[in-house]
């Protein structure tokens, strides 16, 4: 778990700047020959603090789903297997991933997860949507899940969206 600072975050914009010239350096389809590829939020948890500027956060949801869709287009006609997924955790922004899926036993296993330790449910509402309220417009497919992490004596619930290929 991320502990926030309670001071002001500085250089919020000079900070998301960076993390969005370090989105635009990530080169996909470098491990094809691996199950998966992903790429983790390039910066400290700025974005995720609580005092982090919702436009911040917006600007960079948006980046990361525009990157999505730049490797979907970019996507290799070779490849037999090939599904590009964008994962944003509402709570915690900096968790979120860009992956890309070479296996489909892996890309089928990865959405059964309904183990003791860790469950995805989908989120059935159908007009609850991550984008719409921040105005952020893309094509991509959205599904919402609710993933609950039970460890120990510790239990978190969380929001994650996905975006991309999801069908």
């Known amino acids: ?7 002001k975050q500085r250089g919020q914009y000079r900070k998301l700047n960076t993390l969005l010239k370090y989105i635009d350096s990530f080169v996909p389809f470098q ?3 691996d199950g998966f590829e992903h790429f983790h939020v390039p910066s400290s948890p700025f974005i995720s603090s609580p005092k982090t500027y919702g436009k911040v956060k917006t600007a960079f949801c948006r980046k990361w789903l525009e990157t999505t869709e730049k490797f979907i287009e970019q ?4 490849l037999s297997f090939c599904k590009i997924v964008a994962l944003i ?14 296996s489909k036993d892996y890309y089928d296993s990865f959405w059964n997860r309904k183990g003791p330790e860790v469950k ?16 952020i417009k893309t094509n991509l ?3 919402g899940y609710r993933m609950i992490i039970c460890e120990d004596d510790f239990c978190s619930q969380s929001t994650i969206w996905f975006y991309g290929e999801l069908n």
Do not use: C
Request: glycine share 2%; charged share 30%; no cysteine.
């Open 1 to 7: 778990m991320i502990k926030h600072n309670k001071r």
């Open 89 to 102: 955790d509402e709570s915690n922004l900096w968790e979120s991933q860009i992956i890309i899926f070479y």
């Open 120 to 135: 995805l449910e989908p989120i059935e509402n159908g007009n609850l949507s991550f984008v719409k309220p921040r105005n």
């Open 31 to 33: 491990r094809t020959n």
């Open 141 to 143: 497919l959205e599904k």
């Open 75 to 78: 996507k290799p006609a070779e």
